[in-house]
């Protein structure tokens, strides 16, 4: 283990829930302690579907980081990633071109920790992961290990899947994601979900975020409309910012079956800077 990992290991707090290994135990990954077991638990106490839903987000970013690779894409910068799983942005994207390159972004040092040693590229492409928090975007840009990998005078894809809602109005995401979307050409893209409850009327707001008021990062479920002012200024490609099982629906991709009937509780989109 390099002295970075080890150093990473020693600030991981197994006491406090954190998203990235929340959403691991709903994913049925093993990177995750008690703390996070008994948030997502209590998620799924609230809404049966919570695991169904976060498979059905999980199924929205391969598809969409596959489209991005097929229409030319080369570059990825995923934020928020979380703790590698099968189905990774690298893999999908590198099997379209070989010689993609991808930097991922987490700021749960267990991410670093993990990522260093499964994150095995292509030949011929580049991958890579740092520790950085998506409300520090200049950090984020500036880094060493993302300017030696991401090429900024070419097309970029921005990925904030699913990282968002952990970020609270009075953070302003709005002007976070402005930042990083300056900072790419024309020809970049956007690929953003986000927690709503939109489609869950009965559930109070407050009790939909109160699982996470103990965990490092609070939720922020927002409405289509403020999930479509992220994209502001930018041209959403087609289907439009849609629930994420309606984003250009894999037929040889099986559906997650949501119990009830119910929804994936999420948005999804895609969109090009002009």
Request: charged fraction near 25%; charge should be negative; hydrophobic fraction near 40%.
């Amino acid at each position: 283990m390099t002295e970075a990992r080890i150093a990473a290991a020693a600030r991981i707090n197994t006491t406090v829930a954190h998203p990235a290994r929340v959403y691991d135990y709903l994913l049925g990954g093993k990177d995750n302690f008690a703390a996070d077991r008994e948030m997502a638990e209590k998620l799924i106490e609230l809404s049966p579907g919570t695991r169904e839903g976060v498979r059905a987000h999980r199924s929205f970013l391969r598809r969409a980081v596959r489209y991005l690779a097929e229409v030319g894409v080369s570059q990825f910068l995923d934020i928020g990633t979380g703790i590698p799983t099968q189905g990774n942005t690298h893999e999908i994207a590198q099997e379209v071109n070989p010689e993609t390159r991808v930097v991922y972004v987490d700021n749960d040092p267990i991410v670093l920790v993990h990522g260093r040693a499964l994150l095995n590229g292509s030949p011929t492409g580049m991958t890579t992961v740092i520790e950085a928090d998506l409300r520090q975007p200049k950090m984020i840009l500036s880094h060493p290990e993302v300017r030696t990998v991401i090429d900024f005078t070419r097309p970029v894809a921005v990925i904030l899947a699913g990282v968002l809602h952990f970020v609270t109005d009075q953070e302003d995401p709005y002007a976070t994601v402005e930042h990083i979307k300056s900072a790419v050409p024309a020809g970049s893209h956007l690929l953003l979900s986000h927690i709503t409850l939109d489609f869950a009327s009965q559930v109070r707001e407050e009790d939909f975020t109160k699982p996470y008021d103990k965990s490092s990062a609070p939720m922020a479920p927002r409405t289509h409309a403020e999930v479509l002012r992220f994209f502001q200024g930018w041209h959403v490609v087609d289907p439009g910012v849609v629930e994420v099982v309606k984003w250009r629906p894999d037929v040889s991709e099986r559906r997650e079956h949501i119990p009830g009937g119910g929804h994936a509780w999420a948005y999804g989109g895609v969109a090009i800077k002009p």
